[in-house]
């Protein structure tokens, strides 16, 4: 069986993660799929490149809330972590809050 600290460990390194790839997703979406889609009439690119950003949002904010409860990070850096979230490039600097 793990012990707390290795599990809140494992929980901040996936937490980490996920956050980093879904500040990529992000960037693919407003910097690559979303210019196709509106210059050159190719909306498939964002159709899929929506999904993928829509589930790693969806796992961010799922592990964001147990770095809160069981992890402990405190109200403040969570509120921030989610906030980082919704701006580009926000997500490469989690690191600096946990």
């Known amino acids: 069986m793990l012990d707390r600290s290795s599990t809140n460990q494992n929980i901040t390194n996936y937490f980490l993660l996920i956050g980093k790839l879904e500040g990529y997703s992000y960037l693919l979406l407003l910097l690559i799929a979303m ?4 210059i050159f009439k190719q909306p498939q690119y964002v159709l899929f490149t929506g ?8 796992a961010f904010i799922f592990l964001l809330a147990l770095m809160f409860f069981k992890v402990k990070l405190s109200f403040k850096n969570s509120a921030l972590a989610l906030l980082l ?7 490469f600097y989690l690191k600096k809050i946990i």
Request: aromatic fraction near 22%.
């Open 51 to 58: 999904y993928i950003h829509g589930i790693l949002f969806i």
């Open 85 to 91: 979230s919704l701006l580009p490039f926000g997500t």
């Open 35 to 38: 210019p196709l889609k509106y």
